[in-house]
């Protein structure tokens, strides 16, 4: 069974903290992806990595930056939170076998206060 | 550019009802078709996808959805509910060579009794 873990299920952070959410995997794939998803926008992509140290913009990357020093570790990091970043953080993982299927974790539900 | 369209927000359905949740797609190349489940709290979990082959495609807990290149629509089915199926489902599009995932909005499917 595929297993991506993120490390907290609820965080709650004050604005202006500097935040981690991060992503581990157990099936060696190489792309990994953070979302945020909010209630009528699905999910939207915030960034991925398609490699080690290798990392590309999603649509919304703005306030956010992302780290990937270990192939099997993705980190998502809110700089200086915001109360608009209040949101569900998904990470997936997918291979490189073309089909583009991609593995969720459970989920991150930040609160910015 | 790909986008997906999820026509139905929200489908409120009785419980043993038929349901059909609507997602078409737009794209001018072959692509991939995934449907995901999200309850409540939860990651996102595959329920089915269609890479290629047999139009109709068979998922997890009595799903399944229809590949209509001409319509560019991928509408998932169930033939009778239940309660458990309350969930989120979201449609996706993926192509060849292009390592992420394009989201529809999602559909909130309430199963009442």
């Known amino acids: 069974d595929v297993k991506v873990t993120q490390s907290s299920r609820y965080l709650v952070k004050r604005t202006g903290e500097k935040v981690f959410l991060e992503c581990v995997q157990d099936?060696?794939?190489?792309?990994m992806f953070w979302y945020r998803q909010d209630p009528g926008l699905g999910l939207r992509l915030i960034y991925f990595?398609?490699?080690?140290?290798?990392?590309e913009k999603g649509d919304i990357p703005e306030g956010y930056s992302v780290s990937r020093e270990k192939k099997e570790r993705f980190s998502l990091i809110l700089e200086s939170a915001s109360t608009n970043q209040t949101s569900m953080y998904l990470c997936?993982?997918?291979?490189?076998?073309?089909?583009?299927?991609?593995?969720f974790g459970p989920g991150t539900r930040l609160t910015v206060l | 550019a790909q986008s997906v369209t999820q026509l139905d927000s929200q489908v409120p359905v009785f419980e043993e009802a038929p349901v059909e949740l609507r997602c078409n797609y737009s794209?001018?190349?072959?692509?991939?078709l995934f449907w995901y489940v999200q309850y409540p709290n939860q990651g996102l979990q595959l329920l089915l996808k269609?890479?290629?082959?047999?139009?109709l495609v068979k998922g997890i807990n009595g799903f399944e959805a229809e590949f209509n290149k001409s319509q560019t629509s991928f509408h998932l089915r169930k033939p009778s509910v239940h309660i458990s199926d309350t969930a989120e489902y979201f449609c996706?599009?993926?192509?060849?060579?292009?390592?992420?995932?394009?989201f529809g909005a999602g559909t909130r499917l309430a199963v009442h009794p």
């Open positions: 997936a993982i997918a291979g490189t076998s073309g089909y583009n299927e991609q593995f």
């Open positions: 099936m060696d794939h190489e792309n």
């Open positions: 990595s398609y490699d080690v140290k290798m990392k």
């Open positions: 794209s001018s190349v072959s692509v991939y």
């Open positions: 269609y890479l290629s082959g047999s139009t």
């Open positions: 996706a599009v993926g192509q060849s060579g292009y390592n992420k995932l394009i």
